[in-house]
């Protein structure tokens, strides 16, 4: 690597025009041992040129010369150096497609019949050993989730996936591989780099010496000339010529542009009216609790405003929208009278709402009966809201938008309050409901007595596994769990403003599934088609 770096071949136009002299001029032949003393030295070849000049012999003279060394080598640009890295077949269908494959290979021998193949399908989302029809998008799924909105992300990821599947020495070994590549894969695909970015993806960049299979080593320097590698990656365009083309074929081929936007339409309004039967039929397909908004119900947002930290429902003239979906705040315990999640309802939401009106960042003052009593909730309701959209600035700065329901598993990060060398940056909660309330603080430290609208979200805890070691030198990704029922800190509300953004979590499948974390069925900490809980998950960075 250092000698390609060091020994870098320039191109020379002086001896590209004594070649084309010998083979043009004086009719040596084109493998003649006075063109091989000039080109052999560095593999070069006149070929092609001579190819196109007995097809183009009306063009010879504008031929001559190659017109990105005429005009870019004065200015330093070498035409070798263009050559740009691609991203998409030496490394999504390159590398990490032969290592899939291998491992596939390992795991059909790791157990009889192929068991160990049957369980990482039921892990994936889909029957990934098959590896039927997978374009670049999808390898790059299995190895890690691809950046989308967080409702549609699906529970693929390589790393949680196999872990389990081998012996505990095989395990670590490919467990620390996958991280690996993984890693190597966000850095590659970062969409802007400095400084700090480039070293690390040097550091974690291993030159194999295969470089007629891939040129990994050359990416930090593509980077360094070019900028990052999706302004000259062949996956937008791989991706976007695909649709056109196969609604293409299927029309007359005559004035095609006005066919492909009739077929798309058509077939946004036929999956419309698809999903519009599919409630009628069954309106709920998706079970939700009393408190959470149903599929089919209206729940109108405010418009987006990427200036806004978090968007919730708008108040819209003529209707009272928001009083839409009102819950009596003394119907959660009464339907789940011994449900850790409801138990204290009323006293850990007006706790948090006194905190809220009195300026306190977090819940970490309980108040005395007397002092919640000063806070009064108009009409002794709170309303739900279906959905919760929150901005913020993503490390490229640029402004993205998270767009969460409680109803499939919303879970959400905040900064985290704790100080230490070994503590975690983030907490992470998931919301049971997005609610909220019309209030008064009467009591004597209220500093608006006026009605206030308070927005506030119900969490479900997590917390950290403290005996996990995760990070860049661990090769592992951070653990967390629900923290169990019985502490009292394992459900609670949040300021809306306190979320950073949505966050991915995958189950730590090896772990199982546990009723030992909420021991109450059914209850209201997790949906009505679920029993049990996941014993661990894996934050997706």
Known sequence: MKNRISSLRTYSLDLVEKARDFIYKLGLPVCSAAVDRLLKGSSWTPTIVSLVIILYAT?????????????????????????????????????????????????????????????????????????KQLAARNYEDLLQVRHMNLAHLSRQCAIPVFEGLLPPRENKIVLTLLYRLAEWHALAKLHMHTEPTLAHLDKATVVLLTYKAHALGDYVRSIHW???????????????????????????????????????????????????????????HVSTHGHQVAFAEDDPLQEDDATMHHQHRENQTGLNWLEMHPQDIYSFERKFPHDPAT??????????????????????????????????????????????????????????????????????????????????RFWY??????FHAQVVHCGSAAINRSTQRVE??????????????????????????????????AFGFLDPSLVVRGTHLIPAFCDGRTLSLLTASPTAGRPLTETDDWLAYYVNM
């Open 456 to 489: 506030f979200l119900w969490v479900r805890w997590f917390g950290i596994d403290i005996d996990h070691r995760y990070g860049l030198k661990a090769a592992r990704l951070p653990k967390i769990g629900f923290v169990p029922d019985t502490d009292p800190l």
């Open 226 to 284: 070019f900028g990052p590698s999706g302004s000259f990656s062949s996956q937008p365009g791989e991706m976007e010529h695909h649709r056109p083309k196969n609604i293409y074929d299927r029309g007359s081929k005559n004035d095609p542009v006005p066919q492909i936007t009739r077929f798309e339409r058509r077939e946004t309004r036929f999956l419309r009216t698809r999903r519009h039967e599919i409630l009628l039929l069954n309106p709920d």
């Open 343 to 424: 138990k204290n309802f009323i006293p850990k939401l007006k706790d948090h709402l006194l905190g809220r009106l009195l300026g306190h960042a977090y819940d970490e003052r309980e108040f005395s009966p007397a002092e919640r009593n000063t806070v009064n909730i108009r009409k002794n309701q709170i309303y739900s809201s279906k959905i919760f959209r929150v901005n913020y600035t993503t490390y490229d700065v640029r402004r993205d938008q998270d767009s969460m329901n409680p109803r499939t598993h919303c879970d959400v990060m905040v900064m985290s309050q704790e100080a230490g060398p070994n503590a975690h």
């Open 429 to 434: 909660a998931r919301v049971l409901g997005v």
């Open 59 to 131: 063009c010879l003279h504008a031929l001559n010369q190659n017109t990105f060394a005429k005009k870019l080598q004065p200015l330093g640009l070498e035409p070798f150096v263009m050559l740009a890295v691609d991203f998409l077949h030496e490394f999504e269908l390159g590398v990490w497609k032969a290592v899939f494959q291998h491992l596939m290979r390992i795991l059909h021998v790791a157990a009889p019949n192929s068991a160990q193949v049957a369980e990482l399908d039921r892990r994936f989302s889909a029957n990934a050993s098959e590896m």
